[in-house]
């Protein structure tokens, strides 16, 4: 994975998502994520509160009206 994210950097956006109340984080791409103490994913999820704070409540939004035929069917 190419980043210019360090752990470091990632504690400090994971800050910022606190400080300002956000829902939370998100990677485009995780498959070249390092393990241990140098994984960026893991290292926000601890930042964040571990993962006994994340959200598993399935999506519950509805756009009936959407152009888009996954979109009205809820992506099924």
């Given at each position: 994975?190419?980043?210019f994210d360090t752990t470091?950097?990632?504690k400090w956006?994971?800050?910022f998502i606190k400080d300002k109340g956000l829902?939370?984080?998100m990677w485009w791409e995780t498959s070249g994520d390092k393990?241990?103490?140098e994984s960026l994913v893991q290292t926000v999820v601890d930042a964040l509160g571990g993962t006994k704070v994340l959200d598993t409540k399935?999506?519950?939004i509805a756009y009936p009206?959407?152009?888009y035929d996954n979109v009205r069917r809820a992506c099924a």
């Open positions: 994975m190419v980043s470091n950097v990632v956006k994971a800050q829902g939370g984080a393990l241990g103490s399935r999506n519950t009206g959407s152009k």
